[in-house]
Nanobody, 127 residues
Framework: VQLVESGGGVVQAGGSLTLSCAPS????????IGWFRQTPGKEREGISV???????YYADSVKGRFTLSNGKAKNTVTLQMNSLKPEDTGIYIC??????????????????????WGRGTQVTVSS
């Protein structure tokens, strides 16, 4: 079983990108799916998380610009990123773990809540 990210790329500041996270070998039912951003020299940062019922939570740094949603089949999670800034540059990694263990906000800061991690996809925002 694994998670596979797609959709990264290079975009100018102010532009948009859409990332997807899809499971291989299992279903997202009752799973929390989180997106994290890794930048060289910085700690991994929680960006957004979604429960299987569509409940979401966002980091302040992306609130109002990023939207996380379940796909129609509810087995793909999509991160729509608008108004991108150079500081959004990094490797975006999706992770999956049993939902509801703690309040959803803790899923952005507690990596131990996840038992599956993707390899990541690079997002580069040029100024």
């Amino acid at each position: 079983v694994q998670l596979v990210e797609s959709g990264g790329g290079v975009v100018q500041a102010g532009g948009s990108l859409t990332l997807s996270c899809a499971p291989s070998g299992f279903s997202f039912d009752n799973y929390a799916i989180g997106w994290f951003r890794q930048t060289p020299g910085k700690e991994r940062e929680g960006i957004s998380v979604i429960y299987s019922d569509g409940t979401t939570y966002y980091a302040d740094s992306v609130k109002g610009r990023f939207t996380l949603s379940n796909g129609k089949a509810k087995n793909t999670v999509t991160l729509q990123m608008n108004s991108l800034k150079p500081e959004d540059t990094g490797i975006y990694i999706c992770a999956g773990g049993p939902e509801g263990l703690l309040d959803i906000k803790y899923y952005l800061m507690n990596f131990n809540l996840y038992d599956l991690w993707g390899r990541g996809t690079q997002v580069t925002v040029s100024s």
